[in-house]
Antibody, heavy 123, light 106 residues
Framework: QLQLQESGSGLVKPSQTLSLTCAVSGGSITSGGYSWNWIRQPPGKGLEWIGYISQSGNTYYNPSLKSRVAISVDRSKNQFSLKLSSVTAADTAVYFC???????????????WGQGTTVTVSS | SYEVTQPPSLSVSPGQTASITCSGEKLGEKYACWYQQKPGQSPVVVIYQDNKRPSGIPERFSGSNSGNTATLTISGTQAMDEADYYCQAWDSSTVVFGGGTKLTVL
């Protein structure tokens, strides 16, 4: 069974860059029909999609974050990563990595999620 | 930018039917998914592709999507169904989540 595990800095200073990694186990990140996503949830608020990287390496980002976001993949380590630059307190959130499944014309949504990691932006 | 709107809260008595709506322009032309999130946990997909249930999701969960509204229906609501529910759709290569509906079972 596929599992995702987030890791990275839990405390980031304002104006610095947030860096997180999602390790994929129980399956290959290069398998077709999936995209690898980052989603966040500020304290007490709803879900916000950050962006994804496809198995072919294409990336798509939330337009509201596009200028500050970079998602990359390391196939040798079976993991993908998020970098968010110039962070402010508004970037404080639980960050989830999630697999999205699309096979042919069938859309399965985000079917596997990591447990989430809390990132606090504070000096 | 595209938006989908959910009611912030809904209360139902145990055994009753809970209907949570998600509204967006021409939402019926897109696939809608629904996620359940309990406190301190990651979201879980309960409905995908408008009306399909993943394995392991109880039959009391169902979905529909037509016109401008997608609906998640929980028949015979149980105390364990108390949670936040989020709808999700795609528009122009962007994922959109609704603001979430807090379902209270009392």
């Amino acid at each position: 069974q596929l599992q995702l595990q987030e890791s990275g800095s839990g405390l980031v200073k304002p104006s610095q860059t947030l860096s997180l990694t999602c390790a994929v186990s129980g399956g290959s990140i290069t398998s077709g029909g999936y995209s690898w996503n980052w989603i966040r949830q500020p304290p007490g608020k709803g879900l916000e999609w950050i962006g994804y990287i496809s198995q072919s390496g294409n990336t798509y980002y939330n337009p509201s974050l596009k200028s500050r976001v970079a998602i990359s993949v390391d196939r040798s380590k079976n993991q993908f990563s998020l970098k968010l630059s110039s962070v402010t307190a508004a970037d404080t959130a639980v960050y989830f990595c999630a697999r999205e499944r699309l096979l042919g014309s069938n859309y399965y949504g985000f079917d596997v999620w990591g447990q989430g990691t809390t990132v606090t932006v504070s000096s | 930018s595209y938006e989908v709107t959910q009611p912030p809260s809904l209360s139902v008595s145990p055994g009753q039917t809970a209907s949570i709506t998600c509204s967006g322009e021409k939402l019926g032309e897109k696939y809608a998914c629904w996620y359940q999130q309990k406190p301190g946990q990651s979201p879980v997909v309960v409905i995908y592709q408008d009306n399909k249930r993943p394995s392991g999701i109880p039959e009391r969960f169902s979905g529909s999507n037509s016109g401008n509204t997608a609906t998640l229906t929980i028949s015979g609501t149980q105390a364990m169904d108390e949670a936040d529910y989020y709808c999700q759709a795609w528009d122009s290569s962007t994922v959109v989540f609704g603001g979430g509906t807090k379902l209270t079972v009392l």
